[in-house]
């Protein structure tokens, strides 16, 4: 059995992704540059864990940032014995790229291509990579569910576009070259370990703290919120069936159920004991006011589907918090 390169690795889904993939006997090397888009002692105990539960011939941590394209050829080398790629290293976040648009052509353009030539270049011996594009694609839209086949021709922000470029490269390269790749478009992840950026995050520091939270589109928002447990379990089943020939497949990974963000808040006042006061905002530029996915090709061809509702996963949020920030 090779090695499994996971960019991203102390972000959110990536350590996550890490710690199963080692559950299971796997070597895995980590890539990942911890800039400071967010707290980079987040993600600093996010590597600890994953070292406590794992000797240094299981997992190898590189920081490396992904538009260093040599850097990231040489990891990609045959040296490192790498035989699987789960590419999940980006700039992540809507609304930050309206303030700083070059981090994500350099993160979600240029790091995504020297991924993709890092493939290439192993002429084989990287046998399938599995990366992770978004539901931002699919634009602003309120109708649904959104299906692979919809058009994404109208991305409402810079970071759907950055990553409709990623599948767009994808998609050429394989056309070109013959790799097997294949696309996860993640709807709203949600669980322990977190992103401070994100509503449930947010609001839980707010509400703690006695401090408003602010609702945009005055709540009028509804998000195909996924447990990150779910996720992980559908990339690990994607990685796991590569194509039989070579080929370019995008699924959607979702909830499949759509849920109004008033009803987060709610439960959110009923797991932390607390009343949320509310601020009501106009909508965010590059914002969209709902997502919803269509998850069949993900159980036709994987046998995957979502096993965990909102209010058990952010009961499972709630409870890392508490023991997080005690």
Not at 69 to 94: C, N, Y
Not at 237 to 265: F, K, T
Request: aromatic share 10%.
């Amino acid at each position: 059995m090779g090695r499994v390169l996971v960019t991203g690795a102390a972000g959110f889904i990536g350590a996550h992704l890490c710690r199963a993939l080692l559950a299971r006997g796997e070597e895995v090397i980590g890539l990942d540059n911890l800039n400071p888009y967010y707290d980079p002692g987040l993600k600093e105990a996010r590597l600890a864990a994953l070292t406590a539960d794992a000797g240094p011939s299981q997992f190898a941590f590189f920081r490396m940032d992904l538009a260093d394209v040599e850097g990231v050829l040489r990891l990609m080398g045959p040296d490192g014995g790498i035989d699987r790629v789960v590419h999940l290293g980006a700039q992540a976040g809507v609304r930050w790229s309206l303030e700083a648009p070059f981090a994500y052509t350099s993160a979600n353009v240029t790091g995504h291509l020297s991924v993709l030539e890092g493939v290439r270049r192993s002429e084989g011996r990287i046998r399938h990579t599995v990366y992770a594009s978004t539901s931002s694609v699919y634009g602003s839209r309120e109708d649904g569910p959104f299906r692979e086949t919809d058009r994404t021709d109208r991305p409402a922000s810079l970071y759907a576009a950055t990553k409709l470029a990623g599948e767009m490269m994808s998609k050429a390269y394989v056309d070109l070259y013959g790799l097997s790749l294949t696309g996860l478009r993640f709807f709203t992840v949600y669980g322990p370990w977190g992103r401070p950026d994100m509503a449930y995050w947010l609001f839980t520091e707010a509400m703690l703290k006695g401090e408003p939270i602010r609702l945009f589109n005055e709540g009028r928002m509804m998000r195909d919120f996924t447990f990150v447990d779910d996720i992980v379990a559908g990339v690990v089943a994607a990685l796991d069936h590569p194509p039989a020939a070579p080929a370019h497949r995008v699924y959607n990974i979702g909830n499949s159920r759509p849920e109004p963000l008033l009803d987060l808040v709610a439960i959110l006042e009923e797991l932390l004991g607390v009343k949320a006061g509310r601020v009501l905002m106009p909508m965010q530029p590059g914002d969209v006011p709902g997502t919803f996915a269509d998850v069949s090709a993900m159980e036709r061809d994987f046998g995957w589907r979502p096993t965990t509702d909102l209010r058990a996963g952010l009961g499972r949020f709630v409870e890392w918090w508490r023991g997080y920030f005690r």
